[in-house]
């Protein structure tokens, strides 16, 4: 009788299988319990003993925030410094600054956002991408949006342009007045500063070329 061949025999088959699922199963596991450690928030005690975190604490918002270019990883990442004035603190708690950024997420979704822009990744490309608006240089004491709102910084003049979207035409495509009041502007505007804190592996790929968005200049 002739030999059978390996590939034909159904018991290979069946033990490749089993092998080849249990360590897809292992590999799930460890990849899941990997990613948790990835997205988990950091705290406030984190920021303060200069650990980095991918997603850092609220408190971030008490912190100035830069893009800086990591040449291991081939892009640019967030880089926490010093403290700074946030609408002119920098001691928000972590309770303080987490409703904060909890108002500006909710207002996010009240406001369709996502309709027109695009938020890590999700949403639609109408309008400009948001996920790392506040280092956009356009808001920055040299940009033209401060000088628009004749604001004397970053968070103010986001917050103006947020309330009265139609006074300070931009583009064709102009965002529509929301009803947005000041403290859901300040919450907005904090969700945002956080969201750039958010190590997104450089994405969206084509914002460090903006002039001025890299080392926050």
């Known amino acids: ?10 018991r290979f088959w069946q033990r490749s299988a089993a092998w080849v699922t249990g360590f897809a199963s292992v590999l799930l596991i460890w990849l899941t319990f990997d990613t948790l450690g990835q997205i988990d928030m950091g705290t406030d005690a984190d920021l303060q003993n200069g650990v980095t975190k991918r997603v850092p604490g609220p408190t971030v918002i008490n912190y100035k925030i830069t893009y800086e270019m990591d040449t291991k990883r081939g892009h640019e990442v967030p880089v926490i410094g010093e403290k700074e004035k946030f609408f002119g603190r920098d001691d928000y708690s972590e309770e303080e600054a987490g409703a904060l950024l909890h108002l500006g997420k909710l207002g996010s979704q009240a406001k369709n956002c996502m309709n027109c822009h ?8 109408y309008a400009p991408d948001l996920t790392k608006a ?23 003049a ?36 956080h969201m750039s804190s958010i190590d997104t592996n450089g994405f969206p790929r084509n914002f460090g070329k903006i002039q001025g968005a890299v080392h926050g200049k």
């Not at 009788?1 to 159904?10: F, I």
């Not at 506040?134 to 103010?156: F, H, I, R, Y």
């Open 158 to 193: 986001m917050a103006e342009f947020l309330q009265h979207p139609s006074q300070y035409p931009t583009h064709e495509r102009m965002m529509p007045n929301l009803g947005i009041t000041e403290k859901e502007a300040q919450g907005l505007v904090a969700f945002l500063k």
């Open 134 to 156: 506040w280092l956009d240089p356009a808001w920055g004491p040299d940009g033209s949006m401060q000088a628009m709102t004749g604001k004397n910084t970053k968070e103010e």
């Open 118 to 125: 695009t938020l890590l990744g999700n949403g639609a490309y």
């Open 1 to 10: 009788m002739a030999n059978k061949s390996v590939w034909s025999d159904n």
